[in-house]
Each structure stands twice: as structure tokens, then as C-alpha cells.
């Protein structure tokens, strides 16, 4: 961890759960953590958490199926901190049942949370193999 200048990192879906887990794992090395979740409260609830275990947390609400928020989260932690070293695309449902029995709009929703927000993610920058984007 130690190849990161800055040490600044986004987290998607950290409300709870394994984002939550992560956050707090940075927060223990002192990282700068935005916690962005779709429900505000848990993200300001982690954000919290993460200043107790003696990181920087924010909290953001976002919603990543919609590329125009993942942007304004980026940029707003761009703003807040100069720079970015790591973005966790987090965020994640299941569709669960049979597969003829799972309704379509259920499959588009579970495409546009799995697949798409990582591809509008990718959008906000590329870290290299050696931590320079």
C-alpha cells in the first residue's frame, strides 16, 4: 500500500456489508475514504466509522446506474482531496430464481448494477499497473 502517494479512496455501495468492511479496513491504514452508497444515511453512517478508526471519511450518495452521479462523485472527490487512487465498484444485487422465472426488468436491473456502473466507472480515470493513471 505504501506505492500510493496520495491515498484516497472511493468506495461504492460502502453503507454496509463488504463496502463497509473495506472502509474500515482503509480507515485502520488511514486512508481517505468517500463511502457512497444509494442511501445516504448508511453512507454517513460508515463515513462516521471511518473517522473513529482514525481515517477521513465522507460521505457521498450515489447512484451508479446513472453515469452522471458516478461523475459528480469522482469530481467531488477529486475537489475535496486533488487526487484519486482508488475507486472499489462495490455496488451489487442478485436476481434470484429461476432463470424463465425471473422477470425481465429484474435481469436489466441486475445488468445495469453489475456490468454497467463498473463500464461508466471506467470513465473516471485508469490506474496503472505501476499507480500512475
Partial sequence: MERFRTKNIVITSAGSGFGRGLALF???????????????????????LVNE????????RCDVTKPGEIRSLA????????????IVNNAGVPVIG???????????FEIE????SVIYGQNS????????R
Fill in 26 to 48: 482503509f480507515a485502520k491504514l488511514g486512508w481517505n475514504v468517500a463511502a457512497s452508497d444509494i442511501d445516504m444515511n448508511r453512507a454517513a453512517e460508515t463515513a462516521r
Fill in 53 to 60: 478508526a482514525g481515517g477521513c471519511g465522507l460521505a457521498y
Fill in 75 to 86: 469530481d467531488s472527490v477529486m475537489e475535496k482531496w486533488g487526487s484519486l487512487d482508488i
Fill in 98 to 108: 429461476f432463470m424463465e422465472k425471473v422477470r425481465v426488468e429484474d435481469w436489466k
Fill in 113 to 116: 448494477i453489475m456490468l454497467m
Fill in 125 to 132: 480515470g485508469h490506474i496503472g499497473n505501476d499507480g500512475t
